[in-house]
């Protein structure tokens, strides 16, 4: 576990392979999760890349800026901690708002950008009404108000189960994270499109959901993929809004064969 200052925050995080020389990629995570989502993931892919996670701001062990924020805010901070570390030529896997800030970073920093992987994402996410109820309710509530709901799209019925401690612990994950920090990021989502960054990708762009994800559904990924020019979409069988939790090793051949067609850097 890591701590850098980038920018008005300090951002927890971890690298992997670091100095390495090996091809670097760095792992976005989703809305009310942190970078553990990834450990499965990354326990594979560190044996061949050096690997970077963190935990946006508002989220996890990194400090909680100023919310509500931009996805501007998220791809800002992540454009600095792959400078702090003079990373070059990055695959940048990002899933649900983890796409919306991959394209960010791709507006802003397309010398960065090697390839995008897009996971469980879209261009466009929800509406303003879907985003004002979501963030009325954590305000009101609290996280642990919306936790059925909210697993019900990250997480296929059968994964669900009250025997599986797993599910139970990313649970825990969604409940811990901060209140502001949660309604902040559901206020960048809101205010964010990207349709003008996807119709102009000049990158090698793999789109990846689950077929039963209740968040970002097939059709909407799909319209993503549609967007970007040459780009690939896959769909992976029992598995919900969260694959690289579910059904870790689907989701890792799909990475490792786009990433095997990637032209050298």
Excluded at 53 to 80: C, M, N, Q, V, W
């Amino acid at each position: 576990m890591r701590f850098a200052h980038v920018g008005d925050v300090v951002l927890s995080h971890d690298i992997y392979g670091q100095g390495s020389g090996k091809p670097a990629i760095v792992l976005i995570n989703s809305l009310g999760t942190d970078r553990r989502i990834w450990d499965q993931v990354v326990a594979d892919l560190e044996q061949d890349f050096t690997v970077l996670t963190f935990d946006k701001r508002g989220h996890g062990l990194s400090d909680l800026g100023t919310p509500p924020y931009r996805i501007e805010d998220f791809s800002g901070d992540l454009a600095g901690l792959i400078d702090h570390y003079g990373l070059k030529n990055v695959i940048i896997c990002g899933l649900s708002v983890g796409g919306l800030i991959a394209l960010s970073l791709y507006e802003k920093r397309p010398d960065l950008v090697r390839a995008i992987i897009f996971s469980d994402t879209a261009h466009k996410i929800g509406t303003p009404d879907f985003w004002k109820a979501r963030i009325d309710a954590v305000m009101e509530g609290g996280i642990e108000s919306i936790l059925e709901p909210i697993m019900s799209r990250w997480f296929t019925p059968p994964y669900r189960s009250a025997d599986n401690a797993d599910y139970r612990g990313y649970c825990t994950m969604l409940v811990r994270q901060p209140k502001l920090g949660y309604a902040g990021t559901c206020a960048a989502i809101r205010d964010a499109d990207f349709t003008h960054v996807a119709q102009n990708l000049d990158v090698p762009a793999l789109c990846i959901v689950g077929d039963q994800d209740g968040s970002t559904p097939p059709e909407l990924v799909k319209s993503l993929a549609d967007l970007i020019p040459g780009s690939h979409f896959q769909v992976i069988e029992g598995a919900a809004h969260i694959p690289c939790v579910e059904t870790p090793a689907a989701f890792l051949t799909l990475l490792r064969t786009f990433i095997d067609t990637l032209p050298g850097e």
